[in-house]
């Protein structure tokens, strides 16, 4: 077994560019095909390298979810393992968090009287020396 300081000084993609590419612009139907096309040791490697990227660790948790325990403790030692636990949790159907909660805040309502009443304007009573701009 490799060490993790080793698996990163010679890390490389274990599948084509084309193929990873594949992967990441897959949608949740079509990934489990492009990932079961791959064998089981080189979908342990691929899930390892993926989770060493920030942007690929979404990829790189639902490729271990298809993987071995064994083959991915094998090629990636605690950071597998890890990987392992992470992969099986985000498998397991989580409950859907109650709605939030604001406290003791009370409701907002609206009224339903009208905002206010203005008389209208008489445009008679307006001179028109008001309206009009002064030339200075």
């Known amino acids: 077994m490799l060490s993790s300081r080793e698996n990163f000084e010679n890390d490389h993609c274990p599948v084509r560019d084309d193929l990873l590419g594949a992967m990441y612009r897959a949608n949740e139907n079509g990934l489990p095909a492009l990932v079961e096309s791959v064998s089981s040791d080189v979908r342990a490697q691929l899930a390892l390298f993926c989770y060493r990227r920030a942007h690929l660790h979404a990829l790189a948790l639902t490729?271990?979810?298809s993987c071995d325990e064994r083959d991915l403790i094998h090629?990636?030692?605690r950071v597998g393992s890890v990987l392992v636990a992470l992969s099986r949790e985000l498998a397991a159907p989580r409950p859907r968090p109650p709605a939030p909660t604001y406290g003791?805040?009370?409701a907002i309502t609206l009224s339903t009287k009208p905002l206010s009443s203005f008389a209208p304007l008489d445009q008679d009573e307006v001179d028109d020396d008001e309206i009009a701009p002064t030339a200075s």
């Open 75 to 77: 090629h990636g030692g």
């Open 104 to 106: 003791n805040r009370k």
């Open 63 to 65: 490729i271990a979810a």
